[in-house]
């Protein structure tokens, strides 16, 4: 075991030129400030006394502002994965009226939809589905038909007028598009199983050419 875990331990370790390469570059800076505080001190004849204390102020003000800019970072990473945690959900099926409270009107929770029966999480689209977006009257629901039909207005809702060929090549793009950029979660139960009626399941077209996000 001794010399198992020795292996392990030596296999994660950096290369040395990798180890005098990050303590290289991470000293560069601070090298850089120093010649060019040497130069202004040279330039404007500055007694050794004063350029003394001016070097170290000057690298004080740059260790602090190096300082908050590491803190925001940290902040910043934090808080991204703070939203993705409560905006992450694990793969399972869903009901419509499940789906439903997926809507994208509750700040603190994920954003969904449905397309040809596949639910995929779209919260990192948040700007398009969430309330206001473009693309808000589908999230919660089963986007194929409106995806087909190119029908995102509120007050239009879905008929039985069933999807014409060129409709369903619309909504086979969209559902590449969905499969490429967000997690599917799982599938829209349908009506034999809990859910949807089958046919609504089956098929509606998507307009993936309209959307960027």
Partial sequence: MAVRAR??????????????????????????????????????????????????????????????????????????????????LPPQDFVPDQLAQYDGTREQMPICLAVRGEVFNVSLGQAFYGAGGDYHVLAGTDATWRLGKRRLEHDVMQDDHPLTAEENDEVDGWLRLFRSKYPRLGRLLTHSEGGVPDAAAAGAPAAHTVEDA
């Avoid at 007694?47 to 910043?76: H, Q, T, Y």
């Fill in 7 to 88: 292996t392990d331990k030596k296999s994660v370790e950096p290369p040395d030129a990798v180890v005098l390469a990050r303590f290289f570059f991470g000293w560069l800076p601070w090298l850089g400030i120093a010649v060019l505080w040497r130069q202004v001190s040279v330039r404007y004849r500055l007694d050794p006394g004063v350029e003394c204390v001016g070097l170290v102020v000057v690298l004080w003000a740059f260790s602090k502002g190096v300082m908050l800019i590491d803190v925001a970072n940290a902040r910043r990473a934090q808080a991204e994965r703070e939203w993705r945690a409560a905006h992450d």
